[in-house]
C-alpha cells in the first residue's frame, strides 16, 4: 500500500512503512544522519535526523481530514521534533526540513558532537570523507560555545584487535558498528561499555574484534573513530585513484574498488553491487592485497640452464618453450603433454588455456582442480543453478535455503552474510552439514550428519518429498514443473522408496522426525536455494540427488531457485564453464577424448606440463618427473621451483579480465596498476606461445578480443561483451551517498552479467537419472576432516604481512569428548596416521566438531591435511589412528 | 559461588524467561550477590551459560552501576555529596567519615576487607542528608555519632 | 668652429662631473655574492619546515600542503609515531616531505594551509642546482636550519604587519609551543 505525504511542499508517495529519511531520499531532500544507516535497523541514537513533523487533523464524526475556511487541511504539528530515521511515514504527514527550528536544532547536536570530537582533522583518516565533517560545514554553527580547553580526551589510537584501531576520542557513539557486528555479521563481538562520557567501544572477545567483517566497521563508521591498520596514515582520501575491480579470494566475486597511490595499492573498498556483496567486503579481500607490492613477485621469465635458474628475455624463453613443446610432441605425441590451469586466472586466460593445449598441441589433459579446487567440481548448475535474477540480498519469508556441507563464513564469508540476512528476513534456513558450523544460528532446521552420508541425507529428504503429503494432503512436489518436462519420476519415486528417513537416520545420524521436519519445510515454502559445498563430499550420486531434489520441488528455473556450488577460487566457476577439466569442452559440451585429470597429470601421466596460476607440486610428497615443465606464476611457488622455464605472469590488479561468480554471474575488472618489471599477462604468454607453435589467428590484442570470441563461439557467453558486462547501473537502486557507503566518491557500479542455466529454457526435459549413494560410512571409529578456512596458507594471502596472526596454524581439532577420552589439552601433540602416513600436530579442543570427528584444515602451510588425505580427499575412510604422542 | 551452585540456581532462574539471554542481569545477580563484585572468570561463566558473548556481557555490566567490577568491602557506604546534599554538610561528613575509617578522600576499601566508601551524585534523598546508603539501606540526618554507632554495629556482626 | 670645440669641451666637462661626482657617491649595485643581499619580510623564497622549542617537529604530515599546492609539487608520504621513535606530538609524522623546486611557483599557500605552521617559505632565493633531481629537496635538507650567508633580513620595520590589532596577546592561529593540534 502506498502512502502519500508532503516533505518541504513537495508530495511524494512511497510504500507505507517507509522512513521520513528514506521518502525524502527518494525526492532529493537529504536529511542528515549519522547512526541511521539503510542495511541496519533504525536507532535514533545521534538525533542528527530531526524534523518537524505534522499530521492532518481527522473530523471525528465524518472521518475525514479537517479543512480550514481556506480549504487547506488542518495539520496538528507534533509538540517536539521527531527523528527522521525511525518515523514511519503515514498518510498526509507533513515534513519539514528546511525551516529556522530544524536548522537549529541540527547547530545544537552538532555543537554537542564536537564537544567531545578532537579536531585533529587533519591527520584523521577519514578527514575528506567524513559527514560529521561535511556536515558540520554544512550544518554546524560555525563556533562553538564550549571552552576548547575543556574538551573531553579519551585514548586515541587504541587498538580494537590487530586489523582495526579506535579513537576514543573521535567516537560519536552511533552505534553502527556494534549493530552492524550483531545485525549483519553476527559476531556481537563489539558492544557500547559504560554509559555517558565514560561510554565507549569494546571488544572482549578472544582475540579482540574477532570477525571476519571488521573492516566493514570502518567503512560505515560515520568518523574517524573506527579505521584500519591497514590504510592508517597512507593517503588522503583525495590522493587516491579509484579503479573498480573484482575480489579474487573466492567465488564470492565481492566488487571492489582498488585505491591506489604512487602506484601501489593503499586500501581496498567495497564496490556496490546490490545482486553480489550489498556494500560489505570480508577482511581477506579488504586486507589480502599486499601480493601486488610484494617484493617476492617474479619480474623477469627464468629458464633453468645447467641445474640454475637464468634471467633471459621473454624471447628466449618463449622459443625455448615452443623448441621443447614441439620436439616432445613429435617424439611421444600430443598426450604427452598436460595442462593445468589455476581456477583464479580470469575467464579469458582459461579460454586461450584450453584452446592453446586442445586445438594448438592437441592433447585432451586440461585440469583445474588442484589445491583447494581438488577433488570439488560441479556439473549440476548448468542445468539447475540460481536462474537469472536471482538476488539473495531481497528474498526472506517464503524462501527455503537448504546449506548442504559447507562453512560459508569461512569458505565464502559474504554469501553468508547474504544467506544469514535472508533468515534473518524470514527465510527457512537449514543447515546440514557434519559439524557445528556459524550457520547454525540462524538455522530453522539443522541437521548433523555423519561425514559421508551426505548423499543419504539428500536420500531420505527425496524420499519424504516424493512419497509424503502434507498437512492438507498436498504432494510436496512442486507443482510449478510441467510433467511433461520431467521424465524418470516414477522410476526415482521406486528408486528411493527405500530410503525412508528411519533408515537414514541409522546411517547418517540425524534423527528421522527431523529429517522429515526439514523436508516439509523446504519443500512448503515458494522458492528454494540448495546450497552446497565440499564437506558434502563430492560424489556425483550427491551432485544427481541435489538436482533431484531441486527438480522435484520445482525450485529450478525461476529467479531466486535452484542450487549454488561453493566451489573454492575466485573463478572456478569459469573453470568449469570454460571446460577446463579433460572430460568437458567449454560451454558443457562433453569431450569426444577423455584426457588425464591433474592428479593423473602430476604423478607421470605426461612428459611435459604447462602449469598457469596453480601449485600442483606444493605437496611435498610429490615428486616432480617430468622432462619438461613451464609455469606461469606470480611467485617462486614450489612448482616454479621445480620448472625449467618459469615465465612471470602479472597480478589481477595490473590487467583486466572477467571472473565469473558462484553465482555464474560473469563480471569484468579493471587494471590499476602497472606490471612490476617485465611480467605480462597469462592471456598475452598463451597467445604469444601459440603463435610460436604455429597457430594461426591467435592475434587478440587484448583480453577484450579474447571475449569477443567467447561470446562468439561459446552459447552460455552468447550476447555478453565488455560493453554489456561494464553497463552502469541506475543511481537510484544505490544508497548515492558516500555517508552510506563509507567514502567520499561515487564508484562505478555494475552488476555483472548472468548467463542462464538449461532449466530456464523453456523446451528443456529435466530427466531424473538415478545414481546409487556411495556405501554407508562406518558408524564406529575416528573420521578426519580437512574443511577450508578463510586464513589459510594460500600463496596471495601469505604475502599480507597484517594477516599473519590470523592465519591458521597447522594442528588438530579435536572435540571436547574425545579430548577428554585421548586426555589431551589444548598444544599438546597428537599422532594422527592413515593408510601408512603420519603427522604429529598440536591439538586444539574445539566445541564445534562433534565426538568422533576430527579436523586439519586443508591448505595450510606444509599442506598437512593433504598430505595425510591425499589431494581432494575431504573426509578420510575408516582405519584413522588418533593417539597421544608419547612425551608432550 | 560454586559454578555448580550457580548453574542449579540458573536453572529456575531461566524457566521465567522466553529466550536464556533475557536473564543475563539476574544471573549476573545471582553472581555477585556473594562476594560484592564480579571477576572476570564470572562474567566468563554467565558469557557462557547464557550463550553470550563476553563482550555483550560486560557492555552490560558496564551500563548498571550496581554491578561492581572491583573487588568492594563486605559493607559498601555510598555517599551522596551533590549540591544539596554538601548545603546540609554531607561532604564534611563524608571527608571525616574517610578519615576515621583511615581512608583516603577519594575513598577506597579498609583493609580489613570490611567497608568500602564511596562518594555518589544523588541518592534521592537531599531532604534527609547526609544520607548513606549502606548495602541498599538508607541512613538518614546522619551524625559522626550515629554513623560511628552504624559502623561498630556491622564491625560486631562482622 | 672654436665655438663649437668649446661648446663640446663644455658638455664632456659636465658630463665627466657627473662621473666624477658618482665615484664618490654610494654605489647602488649590490656586490653579491660577496655582499649579501637583505630581503624583505614576507619575501617568499625557499621553504623550511621548523620545530617546535623541544625539538620535535611541527609536521603532522597530514598532507594540506600539498592539497593546497596549485603546481602539485609537494610530496607527503606520513608516518606513525612510536615510544621510540618519536618525530613529532601526536601519532602522525610526515615520513617524506619532497619539494619540487622547479615547479614551486613560491605562491605560498601551502604555509596558508598548514595547520601547525610547520612550511614557512623563508630568504633563500638562490637555487640553482648542477643536477635536476637536486631540485627536490627532502625532509631532512627543509629541517635543517637554513641561513645562507648571502641573505639578510632586510632591517626594515615599517613593512612588518601590525600586529598590535591582534591586542597584542598571542598572533592568529598561534599555538602553545609543543602541543599536539586539535
Known amino acids: 500500500m502506498d502512502v502519500t505525504l508532503t516533505i518541504d511542499n513537495r508530495e511524494v508517495t512511497v510504500p507505507a512503512g517507509t522512513l521520513i529519511v528514506e521518502a525524502a531520499r527518494r525526492i532529493g531532500i537529504e536529511i542528515p544522519v549519522f547512526c541511521y544507516h539503510p542495511k541496519m535497523l533504525p536507532v535514533g541514537m545521534c538525533r542528527m535526523c530531526l524534523v518537524t513533523v505534522g499530521l492532518p487533523v481527522v473530523n471525528r464524526e465524518t472521518g475525514r481530514p479537517e479543512v480550514d475556511a481556506a480549504g487547506q487541511r488542518v495539520i496538528r504539528w507534533l509538540p517536539k521534533p521527531v527523528t527522521a530515521c525511525t518515523e514511519p511515514v503515514s498518510?498526509?504527514?507533513?515534513?519539514?526540513?528546511?525551516?529556522?527550528?530544524?536548522?537549529?536544532?541540527?547547530?545544537?547536536?552538532?555543537?554537542?558532537?564536537?564537544?567531545?570530537?578532537?579536531?585533529?582533522?587533519?591527520?584523521?583518516?577519514?578527514?575528506?570523507?567524513?559527514?560529521?565533517?561535511?556536515?558540520?560545514?554544512?550544518?554546524?554553527?560555525?563556533?562553538?560555545?564550549?571552552?576548547?580547553?575543556?574538551?573531553?580526551?579519551?585514548?586515541?589510537?587504541?587498538?580494537?584487535?590487530?586489523?582495526?584501531?579506535?579513537?576514543?576520542?573521535?567516537?560519536?557513539?552511533?552505534?553502527?558498528?556494534?549493530?552492524?557486528?550483531?545485525?549483519?555479521?553476527?559476531?556481537?563481538?563489539?558492544?557500547?561499555?559504560?554509559?555517558?562520557?565514560?561510554?565507549?567501544?569494546?571488544?572482549?572477545?578472544?582475540?579482540?574484534?574477532?570477525?571476519?567483517?571488521?573492516?566493514?566497521?570502518?567503512?560505515?563508521?560515520?568518523?574517524?573513530?573506527?579505521?584500519?591498520?591497514?590504510?592508517?596514515?597512507?593517503?588522503?582520501?583525495?590522493?587516491?585513484?579509484?579503479?573498480?575491480?573484482?575480489?579474487?579470494?573466492?567465488?564470492?566475486?565481492?566488487?571492489?574498488?582498488?585505491?591506489?597511490?604512487?602506484?601501489?595499492?593503499?586500501?581496498?573498498?567495497?564496490?556496490?553491487?546490490?545482486?553480489?556483496?550489498e556494500v560489505w567486503i570480508c577482511d581477506k579481500g579488504r586486507f589480502a592485497h599486499h601480493f601486488h607490492a610484494s617484493s617476492q613477485r617474479l619480474t623477469v621469465p627464468l629458464m633453468r640452464q645447467g641445474g640454475r635458474m637464468v634471467e633471459v628475455s621473454w624471447d628466449e624463453a618463449l622459443q625455448h618453450v615452443a623448441t621443447r613443446l614441439r620436439a616432445i610432441c613429435e617424439q611421444h605425441g600430443a598426450e604427452a603433454i598436460g595442462g593445468i590451469a589455476g581456477a583464479r586466472l580470469p575467464n579469458e586466460d582459461l579460454y586461450l588455456f584450453q584452446k592453446l593445449l586442445r586445438q594448438v598441441i592437441g592433447t585432451p589433459n586440461v585440469d583445474y582442480r588442484v589445491g583447494?579446487?581438488?577433488?570439488?567440481?560441479?556439473?549440476?548448475?548448468?542445468?539447475?543453478?540460481?536462474?537469472?535474477?536471482?538476488?539473495?540480498?531481497?528474498?526472506?519469508?517464503?524462501?527455503?535455503?537448504?546449506?548442504?556441507?559447507?562453512?560459508?563464513?569461512?569458505?565464502?564469508?559474504?554469501?553468508?552474510?547474504?544467506?544469514?540476512?535472508?533468515?534473518?528476513?524470514?527465510?527457512?534456513?537449514?543447515?546440514?552439514?557434519?559439524?557445528?558450523?556459524?550457520?547454525?544460528?540462524?538455522?530453522?532446521?539443522?541437521?548433523?550428519?555423519?561425514?559421508?552420508?551426505?548423499?543419504?541425507?539428500?536420500?531420505?529428504?527425496?524420499?519424504?518429498?516424493?512419497?509424503?503429503?502434507?498437512?492438507?494432503?498436498?504432494?510436496?512436489?512442486?507443482?510449478?514443473?510441467?510433467?511433461?518436462?520431467?521424465?524418470?519420476?516414477?522410476?526415482?519415486?521406486?528408486?528411493?522408496?527405500?530410503?525412508?528417513?528411519?533408515?537414514?537416520?541409522?546411517?547418517?545420524?540425524?534423527?528421522?522426525?527431523?529429517?522429515?521436519?526439514?523436508?516439509?519445510?523446504?519443500?512448503?515454502?515458494?522458492?528454494?536455494?540448495?546450497?552446497?559445498?565440499?564437506?558434502?563430499?563430492?560424489?556425483?550420486?550427491?551432485?544427481?540427488?541435489?538436482?533431484?531434489?531441486?527438480?522435484?520441488?520445482?525450485?529450478?528455473?525461476?529467479?531466486?531457485?535452484?542450487?549454488?556450488?561453493?566451489?573454492?577460487?575466485?573463478?572456478?566457476?569459469?573453470?568449469?564453464?570454460?571446460?577446463?577439466?579433460?572430460?568437458?569442452?567449454?560451454?558443457?559440451?562433453?569431450?569426444?577424448?577423455?584426457?588425464?585429470?591433474?592428479?593423473?597429470?602430476?604423478?607421470?601421466?605426461?612428459?611435459?606440463?604447462?602449469?598457469?596460476?596453480?601449485?600442483?607440486?606444493?605437496?611435498?610428497?610429490?615428486?616432480?618427473?617430468?622432462?619438461?615443465?613451464?609455469?606461469?606464476?606470480?611467485?617462486?611457488?614450489?612448482?616454479?621451483?621445480?620448472?625449467?622455464?618459469?615465465?612471470?605472469?602479472?597480478?589481477?590488479?595490473?590487467?583486466?579480465?572477467?571472473?565469473?561468480?558462484?553465482?555464474?554471474?560473469?563480471?569484468?575488472?579493471?587494471?590499476?596498476?602497472?606490471?612490476?618489471?617485465?611480467?605480462?599477462?597469462?592471456?598475452?604468454?598463451?597467445?604469444?606461445?601459440?603463435?610460436?607453435?604455429?597457430?594461426?589467428?591467435?592475434?587478440?590484442?587484448?583480453?577484450?578480443?579474447?571475449?569477443?570470441?567467447?561470446?562468439?563461439?561459446?552459447?552460455?557467453?552468447?550476447?555478453?561483451?565488455?560493453?554489456?558486462?561494464?553497463?552502469?547501473?541506475?543511481?537510484?537502486r544505490h544508497m548515492a551517498h558516500y555517508i552510506y557507503a563509507g567514502m567520499s566518491y561515487q564508484s562505478e557500479a555494475y552488476e555483472g552479467l548472468q548467463w542462464p542455466t538449461l532449466a530456464e529454457q523453456a523446451m528443456h526435459t529435466f530427466v531424473l537419472e538415478w545414481q546409487a549413494p556411495p556405501p554407508d560410512p562406518p558408524t564406529r571409529g575416528v573420521v578426519l576432516v580437512a574443511p577450508r578456512v578463510l586464513y589459510d596458507g594460500g600463496t596471495l594471502l601469505g604475502q599480507t604481512q597484517l594477516l599473519a596472526s590470523h592465519v591458521v596454524t597447522s594442528h588438530v581439532a579435536v572435540s571436547p569428548q574425545d579430548a577428554a577420552v585421548w586426555g589431551l589439552a589444548d598444544g599438546q601433540r597428537v599422532r594422527v596416521a592413515v593408510c601408512a602416513r603420519e603427522i604429529a600436530l598440536p591439538c586444539r579442543v574445539n566445541p564445534a566438531l562433534p565426538t568422533g570427528v576430527i579436523a586439519i584444515p586443508r591448505n595450510l602451510a606444509n599442506n598437512v591435511a593433504e598430505m595425510l588425505l591425499g589431494e581432494g580427499q575431504l573426509f578420510s575412510p575408516a582405519g584413522l589412528i588418533v593417539e597421544k604422542q608419547q612425551g608432550s | 559461588m560454586t559454578s555448580q551452585a550457580f548453574y542449579e540456581e540458573l536453572q529456575g532462574v531461566l524457566k521465567k524467561y522466553p529466550v536464556k539471554q533475557s536473564a543475563v542481569l539476574e544471573a549476573l545477580y545471582i553472581l555477585q550477590r556473594d562476594k560484592n563484585y564480579l571477576s572476570d572468570e564470572d562474567i566468563h561463566t554467565a558469557a557462557e551459560a547464557l550463550e553470550m558473548t563476553v563482550t555483550e556481557v560486560q557492555a552490560i555490566v558496564g551500563f548498571y552501576s550496581l554491578f561492581r567490577r572491583q573487588p568492594t568491602g563486605k559493607y559498601l557506604i555510598q555517599v551522596c555529596t551533590d549540591l544539596p546534599c554538601a548545603l546540609r554538610g554531607a561532604d564534611a561528613f563524608y571527608r571525616r567519615l574517610c578519615e576515621r575509617l583511615g581512608l583516603p578522600p577519594e575513598g577506597g576499601t579498609t583493609a580489613d576487607g570490611l567497608f568500602t566508601v564511596e562518594e555518589v551524585v544523588c541518592l534521592a534523598a537531599c531532604d534527609r542528608a547526609p544520607v548513606a546508603q549502606i548495602n541498599l539501606q538508607y541512613f538518614e540526618h546522619l551524625t559522626d555519632q550515629a554513623m560511628d554507632a552504624v559502623i561498630a554495629r556491622l564491625r560486631e556482626q562482622g | 668652429m672654436i665655438r663649437t670645440i668649446g661648446l663640446g669641451a663644455v658638455e664632456i666637462a659636465r658630463a665627466m662631473w657627473i662621473t666624477l661626482i658618482h665615484l664618490l657617491r654610494r654605489p647602488v649595485t649590490n656586490q653579491y655574492p660577496n655582499e649579501p643581499v637583505a630581503v624583505y619580510p614576507r619575501f617568499r623564497?625557499?621553504?623550511?619546515?621548523?620545530?617546535?622549542?623541544?625539538?620535535?617537529?611541527?609536521?603532522?604530515?597530514?598532507?594540506?600542503?600539498?592539497?593546497?599546492?596549485?603546481?602539485?609539487?609537494?610530496?607527503?608520504?606520513?608516518?606513525?609515531?612510536?615510544?621510540?621513535?618519536?618525530?613529532?606530538?601526536?601519532?602522525?609524522?610526515?615520513?617524506?616531505?619532497?619539494?619540487?623546486?622547479?615547479?614551486?611557483?613560491?605562491?605560498?599557500?601551502?604555509?596558508?594551509?598548514?595547520?601547525?605552521?610547520?612550511?614557512?617559505?623563508?630568504?633563500?632565493?638562490?637555487?640553482?642546482?648542477?643536477?635536476?633531481?637536486?631540485?627536490?629537496?627532502?625532509?631532512?635538507?627543509?629541517?635543517?636550519?637554513?641561513?645562507?650567508?648571502?641573505?639578510?633580513?632586510?632591517?626594515?620595520?615599517?613593512?612588518?604587519?601590525?600586529?598590535?590589532?591582534?591586542?597584542?596577546?598571542?598572533?592568529?592561529?598561534?599555538?602553545?609551543?609543543?602541543?599536539?593540534?586539535?
Open chain 1, 372 to 732: 583447494l579446487s581438488a577433488g570439488f567440481e560441479d556439473d549440476i548448475v548448468a542445468e539447475v543453478g540460481v536462474a537469472c535474477g536471482t538476488d539473495l540480498g531481497r528474498v526472506g519469508c517464503g524462501t527455503a535455503i537448504l546449506v548442504l556441507g559447507s562453512d560459508l563464513d569461512e569458505e565464502a564469508p559474504i554469501l553468508y552474510l547474504r544467506v544469514a540476512g535472508a533468515a534473518r528476513h524470514g527465510a527457512t534456513l537449514i543447515n546440514a552439514g557434519g559439524r557445528a558450523t556459524k550457520l547454525d544460528q540462524r538455522a530453522t532446521h539443522v541437521l548433523r550428519y555423519r561425514y559421508g552420508s551426505a548423499t543419504h541425507l539428500v536420500l531420505g529428504l527425496l524420499h519424504v518429498v516424493l512419497h509424503e503429503t502434507n498437512e492438507q494432503g498436498r504432494a510436496l512436489t512442486g507443482n510449478e514443473i510441467v510433467p511433461g518436462r520431467v521424465r524418470g519420476l516414477a522410476e526415482l519415486r521406486a528408486h528411493v522408496s527405500e530410503w525412508t528417513p528411519e533408515r537414514v537416520a541409522t546411517i547418517s545420524g540425524v534423527p528421522a522426525e527431523a529429517i522429515r521436519a526439514a523436508a516439509h519445510a523446504f519443500a512448503a515454502a515458494q522458492n528454494g536455494i540448495i546450497i552446497y559445498g565440499g564437506e558434502a563430499g563430492n560424489h556425483p550420486a550427491l551432485r544427481r540427488a541435489i538436482a533431484n531434489l531441486a527438480i522435484v520441488t520445482g525450485f529450478v528455473g525461476r529467479p531466486n531457485n535452484g542450487v549454488i556450488a561453493v566451489l573454492a577460487h575466485a573463478n572456478s566457476r569459469g573453470a568449469e564453464d570454460l571446460g577446463i577439466v579433460p572430460h568437458r569442452l567449454p560451454g558443457y559440451a562433453p569431450a569426444e577424448r577423455h584426457g588425464l585429470n591433474a592428479t593423473e597429470m602430476v604423478q607421470g601421466g605426461v612428459r611435459a606440463l604447462l602449469v598457469a596460476g596453480a601449485d600442483p607440486f606444493a605437496i611435498s610428497a610429490r615428486q616432480v618427473n617430468l622432462e619438461f615443465l613451464v609455469v606461469q606464476e606470480l611467485f617462486m611457488s614450489a612448482t616454479a621451483q621445480q620448472a625449467d622455464v618459469v615465465l612471470p605472469a602479472v597480478a589481477p590488479g595490473e590487467r583486466s579480465g572477467s571472473y565469473t561468480n558462484l553465482e555464474r554471474r560473469v563480471q569484468y575488472f579493471h587494471p590499476a596498476l602497472l606490471p612490476p618489471g617485465m611480467a605480462r599477462p597469462d592471456w598475452s604468454i598463451l597467445r604469444h606461445l601459440a603463435v610460436l607453435l604455429g597457430a594461426g589467428g591467435w592475434d587478440y590484442a587484448t583480453p577484450a578480443a579474447v571475449f569477443e570470441e567467447m561470446a562468439r563461439t561459446i552459447p552460455l557467453y552468447a550476447n555478453m561483451s565488455y560493453e554489456r558486462l561494464t553497463q552502469p547501473v541506475e543511481i537510484s
Open chain 1, 91 to 277: 498518510e498526509g504527514m507533513v515534513v519539514i526540513t528546511d525551516s529556522a527550528q530544524v536548522a537549529a536544532d541540527r547547530k545544537g547536536i552538532l555543537e554537542f558532537l564536537l564537544t567531545s570530537h578532537p579536531l585533529d582533522c587533519p591527520i584523521c583518516d577519514k578527514g575528506g570523507e567524513c559527514p560529521l565533517q561535511d556536515l558540520t560545514y554544512r550544518h554546524s554553527p560555525g563556533v562553538s560555545r564550549f571552552d576548547i580547553a575543556s574538551k573531553y580526551h579519551a585514548a586515541k589510537a587504541y587498538p580494537l584487535g590487530d586489523l582495526i584501531v579506535l579513537d576514543r576520542e573521535r567516537c560519536i557513539l552511533c552505534a553502527r558498528c556494534t549493530r552492524f557486528q550483531q545485525e549483519i555479521a553476527d559476531d556481537p563481538v563489539l558492544a557500547i561499555e559504560n554509559r555517558g562520557r565514560d561510554a565507549m567501544i569494546v571488544s572482549y572477545s578472544e582475540p579482540a574484534f574477532n570477525s571476519h567483517y571488521s573492516g566493514n566497521t570502518t567503512d560505515i563508521c560515520p568518523v574517524g573513530a573506527l579505521t584500519t591498520r591497514d590504510f592508517r596514515f597512507h593517503a588522503r582520501p583525495w590522493e587516491l585513484e579509484h579503479t573498480a575491480s573484482v575480489c579474487n579470494h573466492c567465488g564470492v566475486g565481492c566488487n571492489i574498488v582498488l585505491d591506489t597511490r604512487l602506484g601501489r595499492i593503499v586500501r581496498v573498498m567495497p564496490r556496490q553491487n546490490e545482486l553480489v556483496n
Open chain 3, 45 to 182: 623564497g625557499r621553504h623550511v619546515l621548523k620545530r617546535y622549542d623541544n625539538g620535535l617537529e611541527r609536521c603532522i604530515g597530514c598532507a594540506l600542503c600539498a592539497a593546497a599546492c596549485p603546481t602539485d609539487c609537494i610530496l607527503v608520504i606520513a608516518g606513525e609515531n612510536t615510544p621510540e621513535a618519536r618525530y613529532s606530538p601526536g601519532e602522525r609524522y610526515g615520513e617524506v616531505y619532497e619539494i619540487n623546486l622547479l615547479r614551486c611557483i613560491f605562491c605560498g599557500y601551502c604555509a596558508e594551509a598548514c595547520p601547525t605552521e610547520a612550511i614557512v617559505l623563508e630568504y633563500d632565493f638562490a637555487l640553482s642546482v648542477y643536477d635536476r633531481w637536486d631540485a627536490i629537496i627532502t625532509r631532512e635538507q627543509l629541517l635543517q636550519p637554513h641561513t645562507p650567508p648571502h641573505i639578510v633580513l632586510r632591517d626594515d620595520t615599517t613593512l612588518e604587519p601590525n600586529w598590535g590589532q591582534w591586542g597584542g596577546v598571542a598572533r592568529p592561529a598561534g599555538k602553545a609551543e609543543g602541543q599536539a593540534s586539535g
